[in-house]
C-alpha cells in the first residue's frame, strides 16, 4: 500500500440468544469443535438487520456526517436474497445517500475482508468514507457437523484517508496459492456443504493463511516477533490456533469466536474489534486474516492508535456479549428456521 | 324539529347461525318486529338505514339492495352505514334524523352481521384492515390487543384490578343466561373467567365477546302518529355522536373514550337529564374493559372508579343502574354491524316491561355503541311516555 | 393476508426505517408521519424533515397469546410464542404503537421502561421481506 488508511471507528452486533455445546452434546450426542457457545439469531433477524445494528454502531461512534459517505461495501454470504443488495437496503435504514458506491461482496465466507480490502483501494482513490460491513448467519442442514459451530454476528468499520484514527490500516496482501474448494455451496441449494476432507482441508487452511500472512509480514519488514495481537479466522478455536508456534500463541487472540462461533463474513472484522475494545494499546501492531474455502485469505496489517470512546446507547462488543439468553435447541431450530415452520 | 318514536324492535337469534345468511338473519329480525305492530305493512316504510361491516366478507357494495329485498321493501331509498362496531347505532341516529326533520314518517334501521362463514385468517384480516393499517397492523397488533392496552394503562392509572374485568364478564353471563336469543347462555364462575387462556394480556377469553352471527331492526316513526301501531311507543329523547382518531396511539388518553364522552355529554344535553336520571343501560362490552371504561365515559361514576363500581355490584339487578341486562356483548355476542340497534332492542324491552331480567319501574334507558376502539361512538336515551 | 402493497409500504419507508417525522416550518410541531395540514396549527406549510431519536419509554403494552396473530404474523409466532405490542411515548413527545422485542413478554416488560428502535424483519409478504422497527429494553 501507498499510503495507511484510518480506521476512524468500529461497530459490532452480537444477537442476544445464545446456545451452549452441551445442548448439542444432549441432541446429538456430541459436539464437532471447540468452542464453549455460540450465538443465534432472534426471530425476527438476519444477515441485513444485524449489518445494520453494525453499520449504525460504527457511525455513532465515530460521529461522522452520514452525507459523507462515499462507500457501502457490505460482506455476506446468508442474505436471505441471492439477488438484492443489501448495501442499498442498509442506505435506506440509515438513511445514507444512494447515488454512492454501493457493493456487495458474497463470494465466500470471507467476504467482509473481501469488502474491506476492496474497500481500502475504492477510499483510497475517491476519497470519503467508507462504511465496511461483514455479517452471517450461515446455515446448513442439521445433521452436519459444520453446523454445529456456525454462529451469527456482523461488524462494521469507517474507514477513510485522513482525519484522526484510532487505528491504521498500513498494508494488506492476499494469498496467492490455489485449492479446490472442499467448503461450499452450490446455486439453488439452500445449505453449505462440507465434504469434511480434513487433512485437505487443514493443509489448504494452512498454506492460504501462511501465504497471506508471510507475504505481508515480509513486506512490511516485520516478524511474528514484532507484532502485538494476531486474529485469524476460523471454525472454531482450535483450528486458528494450530498455526502459530507455541512460542507467540499468547499473541493470538480469539476469544471472540468462543462466544459466537463461526460467524463467516464478519469473523475477521469481529476479531479485530474484540482486539480493538479488549486487547490493544497505542502503537500495537495488529495482524489480520480472514480465510475461506474456494477464496484463499486477506491479510491486514493494522497499527492501533487509541482506544474508541464509549458512546451512551451504543452497544459495545462486550456489552453485546454481556447481553445474552441461553436457549434450547428445539427453540434454535426454530429461529433459524431450520425446520418447517 | 319532529319528536322521534321506536314502535317495534326485532332481533334474530345471536350465535353460530349456520346454514342461515344474511338473508334469513334479517328477515328474522325483521318480522319480529313487524309482528309487534298493528296497521303497519311494510309498504308504509319509507326509508331504510342498514348497518354491516363486512356482510359476509362476499359483498363489498350495494349490500343495501340485497337487505331491502330480504325484508321485501326494494323500491324505498336504503342505504349501508358503517362506522364498524359502531354502525347500527349511526344508522339509528340517520333514521332519527330523517324522522326528526319532517322528512319521513316510518323508517326501519337495523344491522346484520354473518362472521362465522368465514376462516379464522380472514376474520383476523377483516378486523386489520378495520383498524390502523400504518402502525397498529404493522406491529402484529389485533384488536383484543388494542382494548389490552387500554386495560393494561387503566390498570396502572387507577389500579383497576383483573377481577374488575373479570366481573363485567360474570355478571353478562348470568343476564344472558336468561336470554334465550343469546349465544351464550350458560353461566361463569369469577374462578374460570380469571384463570382462562390468555388473548392479549391482560385479556383473557372470558374479557373477549364472541364471533357471532346475526341481526336487529328497530322501526322508527313521528310520534303523533306512534300510537296507530302500537299502545307503548318508546321516545328517543336524546341522541348523541363522537369521533376520534383511528389509532390509539394518537389520542391523548388511552383510558377514556372520547368519543363516548361527546356523544353522551351531547345526548343528555339534548335530552335535558343527567346520568342519574338512567335506569338501565345497555354498553359497548366487546371487551370487558369497555364496560368498565364506559360507565366513566358515559358518567355512571367517576373517572377510573369503574372498577370499583362494577366489584360493588353497582350494575347488577339490584344496583343502582344494572347494566347490559340482555348479556351484553360479552355473552349475548356481537354481530359487529346489529349490535347497535341489537342494544336498543333490549332497552326497548326494558321501557315496555318485557324484559326476561326486568328492572323494576324503568323509565328511561341508555344505549352506547362504540365503532373500533372508539374512533367512532352513539349514545341514545330512550324514555317510556 | 392483510394486503399492504408494496407502493403503499414503501411510501412509509422513511417512517418505517428512520421514524422521520415533519416539523412544521410555522408552528414547530412534529408531525408523524408528516402531514399536509399540521395537526396544531392547520398551516399547509413545508413540514421539514426530523429523523427521531428512537428512545422512548413504554406506555402502554399488551401480549399476544399464542395463535392469535395476524396471518402475516403467524410465522413470526410459530417461532417466538406470545409477543408484546406497546404504544412507546418517544422522548420527542409523540406516540407510536410498535413490537417489542429481545425480551421476555411476561418478565421484562413495564409501563415506564426505556425502550430503544432496532431494525428487523417485521413481515414477509409478496415474497419481499418488510423490515422496520421493533424497540427493545434501552441499554446505556
Excluded at chain 2, 64 to 84: K, Q
Excluded at chain 2, 289 to 298: F, G, M, R, T
Aim: overall charge neutral; proline content about 3%.
Amino acid at each position: 500500500m501507498d499510503n495507511s488508511i484510518k480506521i476512524l471507528g468500529y461497530g459490532s452486533y452480537i444477537p442476544m440468544y445464545r446456545i451452549k455445546r452441551e445442548e448439542y452434546i444432549r441432541i446429538w450426542g456430541y459436539f464437532s469443535g471447540s468452542i464453549e457457545e455460540k450465538s443465534v439469531i432472534g426471530y425476527d433477524e438476519d444477515a441485513i438487520t444485524m449489518a445494520v445494528e453494525a453499520a449504525n454502531n460504527a457511525i455513532k461512534n465515530t460521529g461522522i456526517d452520514k452525507e459523507k459517505i462515499s462507500l457501502i461495501a457490505v460482506g455476506t454470504c446468508s442474505s436471505p436474497y441471492s439477488i438484492k443488495s443489501v448495501a442499498s437496503e442498509i442506505a435506506m435504514a440509515l438513511g445514507i445517500p444512494l447515488d454512492i458506491a454501493l457493493l456487495d461482496f458474497k463470494e465466500s465466507e470471507k467476504a467482509g475482508s473481501t469488502a474491506l480490502s476492496a474497500g481500502i483501494d475504492i477510499i483510497n482513490s475517491k476519497g470519503g468514507y467508507g462504511l465496511i460491513i461483514g455479517s452471517d448467519s450461515i446455515s446448513t442442514d442439521p445433521g452436519e457437523n459444520s453446523e454445529h459451530t456456525l454462529g451469527a454476528a456482523a461488524a462494521a468499520l469507517i474507514i477513510s484517508k485522513s482525519g484522526n484514527g484510532i487505528a491504521e490500516i498500513l498494508n494488506k496482501k492476499s494469498s496467492n496459492i490455489e485449492f479446490i474448494p472442499d467448503r461450499f455451496k452450490k446455486e439453488g441449494s439452500k445449505n453449505l456443504t462440507d465434504l469434511e476432507i480434513a487433512s485437505y482441508s487443514n493443509y489448504a487452511y494452512k498454506n492460504s493463511v501462511k501465504n497471506a500472512m508471510n507475504n505481508l509480514m515480509k513486506e512490511s519488514n516485520l516478524t511474528l516477533e514484532d507484532i502485538d495481537h494476531i486474529f485469524i479466522q476460523g471454525h472454531d478455536l482450535k483450528q486458528p490456533s494450530r498455526l502459530i508456534d507455541k512460542k507467540y500463541k499468547e499473541k493470538l487472540y480469539l476469544d471472540i469466536i468462543r462466544i459466537t462461533g463461526d460467524c463467516g463474513s464478519a469473523t475477521s472484522l469481529l476479531g479485530l474489534n474484540s482486539i480493538f475494545h479488549y486487547r490493544a494499546k497505542s502503537n500495537d501492531k495488529i495482524i489480520l486474516v480472514s480465510y475461506a474455502s474456494g477464496a484463499g485469505s486477506d491479510a491486514f496489517y493494522i497499527k492501533f492508535n487509541n482506544k474508541q470512546q464509549k458512546i451512551k446507547g451504543v452497544l459495545t462488543i462486550e456489552q453485546y456479549i454481556n447481553r445474552k439468553k441461553y436457549i434450547a435447541y428445539e427453540k434454535y431450530l426454530k429461529f433459524k428456521e431450520l425446520i418447517e415452520l | 324539529m319532529k319528536r322521534v318514536a321506536i314502535v317495534a324492535a326485532g332481533e334474530s337469534k345471536f350465535g353460530s347461525r349456520v346454514g342461515k345468511g344474511y338473508e334469513e338473519l334479517f328477515a328474522e329480525a325483521f318480522l319480529e318486529a313487524m309482528e309487534q305492530v298493528d296497521n303497519l305493512e311494510i309498504k308504509d316504510i319509507q326509508e331504510a338505514f342498514i348497518g354491516s361491516l363486512a356482510f359476509g366478507g362476499s359483498q363489498l357494495g350495494n349490500m343495501s339492495a340485497l337487505v331491502a329485498d330480504s325484508g321485501n321493501f326494494i323500491g324505498i331509498p336504503a342505504a349501508r352505514v358503517e362506522n364498524a362496531c359502531g354502525s347500527s347505532g349511526y344508522a339509528l341516529r340517520y333514521a332519527f334524523f330523517s324522522i326528526a326533520s319532517g322528512m319521513n314518517d316510518i323508517v326501519v334501521a337495523g344491522g346484520v352481521e354473518k362472521m362465522q362463514d368465514i376462516s379464522k385468517g380472514t376474520r383476523l384480516y377483516w378486523f386489520g384492515v378495520a383498524g390502523d393499517i400504518k402502525w397498529e397492523r404493522l406491529s402484529g397488533m389485533t384488536f383484543p390487543g388494542n382494548y389490552a392496552l387500554m386495560a393494561t394503562r387503566h390498570m396502572y392509572e387507577y389500579g383497576t384490578k383483573k377481577e374488575a374485568l373479570s366481573s363485567v364478564a360474570v355478571k353478562n353471563h348470568e343476564f344472558a343466561s336468561k336470554n334465550p336469543k343469546a349465544q351464550f347462555q350458560r353461566k361463569i364462575t369469577l374462578e374460570q373467567a380469571l384463570n382462562a387462556p390468555i388473548v392479549a394480556y391482560p385479556l383473557n377469553i372470558y374479557d373477549c365477546c364472541p364471533i357471532t352471527d346475526g341481526a336487529s331492526c328497530v322501526i322508527l316513526c313521528d310520534l303523533e302518529i306512534a300510537r296507530k301501531f302500537t299502545d307503548t311507543p318508546i321516545e328517543i329523547v336524546g341522541i348523541g355522536a363522537g369521533t376520534d382518531y383511528l389509532a390509539l396511539y394518537q389520542r391523548e388518553s388511552i383510558t377514556r373514550i372520547d368519543a363516548a364522552i361527546k356523544a353522551s355529554k351531547m345526548a343528555f344535553k339534548m335530552a335535558k337529564l343527567t346520568p342519574k336520571d338512567i335506569n338501565v343501560a345497555e354498553v359497548h362490552d366487546c371487551f370487558t374493559i369497555a364496560e368498565i371504561l364506559a360507565y366513566e365515559d358515559i358518567g355512571f361514576c367517576k373517572k377510573g372508579d369503574g372498577g370499583k363500581m362494577i366489584l360493588e355490584g353497582e350494575t347488577t339487578l339490584n344496583g343502582r343502574i344494572p347494566v347490559n341486562t340482555g348479556g351484553g356483548l360479552k355473552a349475548k355476542g356481537h354481530p359487529i354491524g346489529a349490535t347497535g340497534t341489537a342494544q336498543i332492542y333490549e332497552i326497548f324491552k326494558q321501557l315496555r316491561g318485557e324484559h326476561e331480567n326486568q328492572v323494576p319501574d324503568a323509565t328511561i334507558g341508555l344505549t352506547h355503541n362504540v365503532g373500533g376502539t372508539g374512533s367512532a361512538c352513539t349514545v341514545t336515551i330512550l324514555k317510556k311516555l | 393476508m392483510a394486503h399492504v402493497s408494496i407502493p403503499k409500504y414503501w411510501k412509509a419507508l422513511p417512517q418505517k426505517y428512520r421514524l422521520v417525522a415533519g416539523k412544521c416550518s410555522n408552528c414547530g410541531e412534529l408531525n408523524f408521519p408528516p402531514k399536509t395540514l399540521c395537526k396544531k396549527c392547520g398551516s399547509q406549510g413545508t413540514q421539514i424533515e426530523t429523523a427521531l431519536s428512537g428512545l422512548g419509554t413504554v406506555y402502554s403494552f399488551t401480549i399476544i397469546g399464542r395463535g392469535g396473530a395476524p396471518p402475516e404474523f403467524a410465522k413470526m409466532q410459530k417461532k417466538c410464542g406470545p409477543y408484546a405490542i406497546a404504544i412507546v411515548e418517544l422522548d420527542e413527545g409523540l406516540k407510536i404503537n410498535v413490537q417489542l422485542t429481545d425480551c421476555d413478554p411476561f418478565d421484562d416488560v413495564k409501563i415506564g421502561m426505556r425502550v430503544s428502535a432496532v431494525f428487523r424483519q417485521i413481515y414477509e409478504q409478496e415474497g419481499v421481506i418488510r423490515y422496520g422497527l421493533k424497540f427493545r429494553p434501552y441499554i446505556e
